[in-house]
């Protein structure tokens, strides 16, 4: 394949699946601008190595990694703006479950103020779908580091849900 093929492989493979990696980002950083900031750093990144991405057997998980180890690295080096946020996600559908009685809108700050770790194995898990194994695959960690984040940021959830149940009633914890 020809450089020129790859970059119209890369152009293929960006429209068709841009818009879920973009959703991935804004989940990530909480942020529109800094959602924008990540994919497309993150698919420089990719694109400077697409010859060999484009033949794995999974060139998206590989680019959802990328995203979150450049996400950390760039929080590590304090380059990125505290985070800012929002009310609701675009692109995204919730369903309500039948005894829900917590909306998305009360529940995103909480899943926003998570750590960084935690909140990317939610995201993954929850919002994207991404089964255990897929999930530790793209953080590059043991199932095992996945199974406990997600058991902590649950708890922290469940505290934080508790907290803003009691606020509602009047109760202090």
Same mark, same amino acid.
């Given at each position: 394949?020809? +450089? %020129? =093929?790859?970059?119209?492989?890369?152009? #293929?493979?960006?429209? !068709? &699946?841009?818009?879920?990696?973009? *959703?991935?980002?804004?989940?990530?950083?909480?942020?529109?601008?800094? +959602? %924008? =900031?990540?994919?497309?750093?993150?698919? #420089?990144?990719?694109? !400077? &190595?697409?010859?060999?991405?484009? *033949?794995?057997?999974?060139?998206?998980?590989?680019?959802?990694?990328?995203?979150?180890?450049?996400?950390?690295?760039?929080?590590?080096?304090?380059?990125? &703006?505290?985070?800012?946020?929002?009310?609701?996600?675009?692109?995204?559908?919730?369903?309500?479950?039948?005894?829900?009685?917590?909306?998305?809108?009360?529940?995103?700050?909480?899943?926003?103020?998570?750590?960084?770790?935690?909140?990317?194995?939610?995201?993954?898990?929850?919002?994207?779908?991404?089964?255990?194994?897929?999930?530790?695959?793209?953080?590059?960690?043991?199932?095992?580091?996945?199974?406990?984040?997600?058991?902590?940021?649950?708890?922290?959830?469940?505290?934080?849900?508790?907290?803003?149940?009691?606020?509602?009633?009047?109760?202090?914890?």
């Amino acid at each position: 394949m020809s +450089a %020129e =093929d790859h970059a119209v492989d890369f152009v #293929e493979f960006v429209s !068709a &699946r841009g818009s879920a990696l973009y *959703r991935l980002a804004f989940l990530l950083t909480a942020s529109t601008p800094a +959602a %924008e =900031d990540l994919l497309q750093t993150s698919l #420089e990144k990719c694109f !400077a &190595r697409w010859e060999k991405v484009s *033949r794995m057997d999974a060139p998206e998980a590989y680019v959802r990694r990328v995203m979150v180890n450049t996400l950390v690295s760039h929080r590590r080096s304090l380059s990125w &703006r505290r985070e800012v946020l929002r009310a609701e996600v675009p692109g995204l559908i919730v369903e309500p479950a039948q005894d829900a009685v917590l909306d998305h809108a009360q529940l995103w700050p909480l899943v926003c103020a998570l750590p960084e770790g935690q909140r990317a194995v939610i995201v993954l898990r929850y919002y994207e779908d991404q089964s255990p194994i897929e999930t530790a695959e793209i953080l590059g960690c043991a199932v095992g580091t996945v199974k406990s984040q997600t058991s902590d940021a649950m708890r922290a959830l469940r505290r934080g849900i508790s907290a803003m149940r009691s606020q509602e009633v009047g109760v202090e914890t």
